[in-house]
């Protein structure tokens, strides 16, 4: 009986992604929970996330760098990787910290606060908690906030 390989060499980030963390599973990178299901990805969770980025026009570094600028935000900005549809990113650590979970907002439907962590509620009723205060998350979402109003078109 041949085994099933559940690695894949590459994925996209998608209106259906919840979140990428390090795989301790299949020998693979990276792993990618989905609102239908979990992946498994040979690449890390910052190529992917940068992957992401430029299929919707810019680098990783360009947007993180365009956070920074516009909002005075210097650790871990939230990353816009396509505010058409709603993506928006944000990491739990150093993106290069081998415990970064990089979180995407759109499938979040609440979040929970204890002493300094706090527990992510997705859509597909799973949940993750992340070692996040709450004035960290709050600093976040403020953040992603005012990246909303100030490219708001209308």
């Keep these: 009986m041949s085994q099933i390989d559940l690695r894949s060499y590459t994925y996209q980030i998608s209106d259906q992604t919840c979140y990428i963390q390090a795989a301790k599973r299949y020998n693979a990178v990276s792993e990618i929970v989905a609102l239908d299901r979990t992946y498994y990805s040979m690449q890390t969770s910052l190529k992917i996330i940068d992957q992401a980025c430029v299929m ?6 360009g947007r993180a760098d365009a956070m920074r600028a516009i909002f005075n935000i210097h650790y871990n900005p939230p990353i816009p990787i396509d505010p058409e549809q709603g993506l ?38 799973r949940s993750l908690r992340v070692d996040l205060s709450k004035r960290r998350i709050d600093r976040l979402c403020s953040c992603l906030y005012q990246y909303i109003l100030h490219f708001r078109k209308d």
């Design 56 to 61: 919707y026009g810019s680098t990783y570094m």
């Design 88 to 125: 928006y990113a944000f990491a739990t650590h150093s993106p290069h910290h081998e415990d970064c979970i990089w979180i995407i907002t759109k499938n979040i439907i609440r979040i929970r606060h204890g002493n300094n962590y706090s527990m992510i509620y997705f859509k597909n009723n």
